[in-house]
C-alpha cells in the first residue's frame, strides 16, 4: 500500500498535472498542424510545382511481387512531416517569445524602494532633531 500511495502523491503533484495537461493539447495541436499542412497547405503547393501529390511521392526500392508490397521511400511524406515540425517550432516559439515578453515586463516593473534600516531611522531621527535646535 505504501507504493500506491507514493504514487498517488506523486502523480498528483501540481506539475505532473500540468505537465500531463500539455501533452495532451500537444498532441491534439500535433493532429491539428499535420491536418492543416496535409490537407491545406500541401495541395496548392502541389498544384504549383505541376498538379504533384506529396503524400503519394515516394522511391521505389523494390517492386511488389505477388502478396509481398513494394519497398519504397516515402520521402514526400517526410516533407510534410518536416513541415509540420517547423509550424509547431514556430507555434511555440512565439509562445515562448510572448512569455518571455510578459516576464520582462513584469521585471521592469517599478518596485516599492526598500525600507530604511533600523540605524537609518535612528540616523534621520538624531538629524532632524540637530536641525531643529
Known amino acids: 500500500m505504501g507504493m500506491l500511495q507514493e504514487f498517488k502523491s506523486f502523480a498528483m503533484r501540481g506539475n505532473v498535472v500540468d505537465m500531463a ?4 493539447i500537444g498532441g491534439a ?10 490537407d491545406v497547405i ?3 503547393i ?8 506529396f503524400s503519394k511521392l515516394a522511391i521505389i526500392i523494390q517492386e511488389a511481387v505477388g502478396d509481398t508490397a ?5 520521402y514526400g511524406k517526410f516533407i510534410q512531416t518536416v513541415i509540420d515540425f517547423l509550424i509547431i517550432v514556430f507555434a511555440i516559439f512565439i509562445v515562448i517569445k510572448g512569455m518571455n515578453s510578459l ?15 533600523k540605524e537609518e531611522i ?8 540637530l536641525q531643529q535646535k
Do not use: C, H, Q, Y
Open 21 to 24: 495537461v500539455g501533452i495532451v
Open 29 to 38: 495541436f500535433g493532429k491539428i498542424v499535420s491536418s492543416f499542412v496535409a
Open 42 to 44: 500541401m495541395p496548392p
Open 46 to 53: 502541389g498544384i504549383l510545382v505541376g498538379g504533384v501529390d
Open 70 to 74: 513494394a519497398v519504397t521511400i516515402n
Open 103 to 117: 516576464k520582462k515586463k513584469e521585471e521592469e516593473a517599478p518596485a516599492e524602494p526598500p525600507k530604511p534600516s
Open 122 to 129: 535612528l540616523l534621520t531621527e538624531i538629524r532632524d532633531a
